[in-house]
């Protein structure tokens, strides 16, 4: 089960989906700037079928979204890269795409979030540890501009959640998110800048999962809560990334969420309306394959 674990974590890494949980889902693979994938012509250009390497991840991020607290998370993966005419794994996330058009992709999309113990979080003392939750659901991207250097485009995602447990059987649904943005990417040189706008909302299991206050739970200053379907926030990222040569590269990124209207404030573990998060990340590509595609 701990190999299980530790394929799942880095998988969360590699998936650069909009996820409100954490902006770290957003690293390892922005960490390369992007090749626009739908290019035609002169423009396309032939970059190698995989890459292989590793990256250190530095992050801060909140317990959960409305949590006073939160983790610093400096981490060492190994990354993956992978342009394959229907499997994914590049600095638009990974993903399998169903269909891709030059003014549209349809796609499996994948996140997660890191677990919590309930011990370093003072709101949640005595409760439960909050397990780490891996998600997977069908994502469109819906393109306004698609050119080399630049992108703006619509990104409309749905997905399911499971909990994971010290067994299979211990695993749980923990039901539904769906997000809703828009994104923007520019790029000069060996410079790129993105910017991201997204509202997010969630199915009853996902907010019972982080809100919730059973009887058993209850203390002096923490009442007992049931939770509700809805809107679980608004978030806004910047991101910075930058090549400084072929092999090594930098991330910087930076994230606010926006909780006012959450529709479970009310819990005694939602503390705060606004949430902050950050990180910086180091990439080096290792292995390029000598095979090439057309991007």
């Not at 930076?254 to 902050?276: K, M, Q, T, Y």
Request: no cysteine; net charge positive.
């Amino acid at each position: 089960m701990l190999h299980l674990k530790s394929l799942i974590i880095l998988i969360l890494f590699l998936s650069s989906v909009v996820n409100a949980e954490s902006l770290t889902d957003n690293l390892v693979d922005r960490t390369k700037p992007k090749i626009n994938e739908n290019l035609e012509g002169e423009n396309l250009k032939e970059l190698p079928l995989y890459e292989l390497g590793a990256a250190s991840i530095n992050s801060w991020t909140p317990d959960y979204p409305g949590s006073s607290q939160g983790q610093f998370r400096p981490i060492v993966v190994p990354t993956i890269v992978y342009r394959g005419d229907f499997f994914r794994s590049d600095s638009d996330g990974t993903r399998a795409r169903l269909l891709n058009k030059k003014n549209y992709e349809f796609s499996m999309s994948f996140g997660g979030n890191f677990p919590v113990k309930s011990k370093d979080n003072n709101a949640r003392l005595g409760m439960g540890t909050l397990g780490q939750i891996i998600q997977a659901g069908p994502r469109l991207m819906y393109f306004l501009k698609n050119e080399k250097d630049l992108k703006i485009y619509f990104d409309i995602a749905a997905r399911t959640g499971f909990a994971i447990g010290s067994s299979w059987r211990a695993w749980r649904g923990v039901g539904l998110t769906g997000d809703i943005g828009v994104n923007y990417r520019q790029k000069w040189g060996s410079h790129e800048l993105f910017l991201l706008l997204y509202t997010s909302v969630a199915s009853y299991e996902l907010h019972k999962y982080f809100y919730d206050v059973s009887a058993k739970d209850v203390t002096a200053n923490r009442s007992e809560y049931h939770s509700r379907s809805g809107y679980l926030g608004t978030n806004f990222l910047i991101g910075y990334a930058k090549d400084f040569s072929k092999e090594f590269s930098l991330f910087l990124g930076a994230g606010l969420s926006f909780l006012d209207g959450h529709v479970n404030s009310r819990s005694p573990l939602f503390r705060e309306n606004i949430n902050g998060k950050g990180v910086i990340g180091f990439k080096y590509t290792l292995i390029y394959s000598d095979e090439k595609v057309k991007e």
